[in-house]
């Protein structure tokens, strides 16, 4: 293989991985925390596309502000669904956790037929952000779209990563990861940050929709893709593991852009599936273990 094929093949991977590395951190965050398996993920993200459209089509507005109208709305939603009808929840039974894992594959229907219903089966979307195209290797151009949607994902990234690791907040939602009991006993609301880290989760995966909109159109189901391929990064590199989420989202690429290339169209989604079905086996816990608190634990 020449080395400038190689080259092309590796800016593909990191320009697909980007964006699986921002769906899976909201995944990872979510059930790092709340130790939640959320299964309405990828609606968030067809939230975000929804509202983009929204903003860019019917308000005019340009093309970043539609990316962050999209997240906002996404976040508000996902803070609204988490007071409506996850705290309810937790204050009710002890079992909230299995509860909570049901309500969110229902919350999934919910959102899909809501959005059938509101805006149809029509596919939505905008033919470009931006104009034009350009070169990122020796034989291979892309769209600015694409190009943009890559580097939100990787400041949007590298902000929750300083936020987690920076700020007073950001350390409580640490804390409360590590060990909820000892959180709450020096002071940490559990309910604020249990509904800030779900809204967080939720505007992550609705940025990613906001962000591909000229590239992936909304439509009610848009979100069963971005969900898979969100699952396979977790589940490769460790549930809960917020760091491996990011590295995990890089590696999908590079796996799914090598089977597509050697293999050819369609093997992608093979290649990925034998690998974690091969973790599952030998590894478990995933490539970076993780200390993740285990719903049976409690």
């Known amino acids: 293989m020449e080395l400038s094929t190689l080259w092309d093949l590796l800016v593909t991977a990191l320009l697909r991985g980007g964006i699986y590395a921002l769906m899976a951190l909201g995944l990872a965050l979510v059930f790092g925390v709340m130790n939640i398996p959320q299964f309405a993920h990828g609606e968030f993200y067809m939230v975000g596309a929804y509202a983009a459209f929204f903003a860019a089509v019917v308000l005019g507005l340009n093309p970043l502000l539609a990316i962050l109208f999209g997240t906002f709305i996404s976040f508000f939603v996902g803070v609204l669904i988490e007071k409506t009808a996850f705290y309810p929840l937790r204050q009710r039974t002890e079992e909230w956790v299995m509860n909570a894992f049901l309500l969110t594959v229902g919350l999934s229907f919910v959102l899909q037929n809501a959005a059938l219903a509101l805006m149809g089966s029509s596919y939505r979307g905008v033919a470009k952000y931006w104009e034009g195209s350009i070169k990122v290797a020796a034989g291979l151009s892309t769209s600015v779209d694409r190009l943009v949607s890559f580097l939100i994902a990787i400041v949007a990234i590298g902000v929750v990563w300083v936020f987690l ?54 439509y009610p189901f848009v979100g069963f893709r971005p969900l898979v391929e969100s699952w396979f990064v977790v589940i490769l590199v460790g549930l809960g593991n917020i760091p491996g989420a990011v590295v995990g989202g890089f590696i999908v690429g590079m796996l799914e852009t090598g089977s597509y290339y050697f293999l050819g169209a369609g093997w992608q989604d093979v290649i990925t599936l034998f690998v974690l079905i091969l973790i599952l086996l030998f590894k478990p816990s995933g490539l970076f273990g993780g200390a ?4 049976w634990e409690r």
């Open 292 to 295: 993740v608190k285990g719903i």
């Open 165 to 218: 690791q920076r700020t007073q907040t950001g350390r409580a939602i640490r804390a409360v990861a590590q060990d909820e009991r000892g959180a709450t006993l020096v002071g940490i609301s559990l309910s604020k940050i249990h509904t800030l880290t779900f809204g967080l989760g939720c505007a992550l995966a609705g940025l990613a929709g906001a962000s591909l909109l000229p590239i992936t159109q909304a």
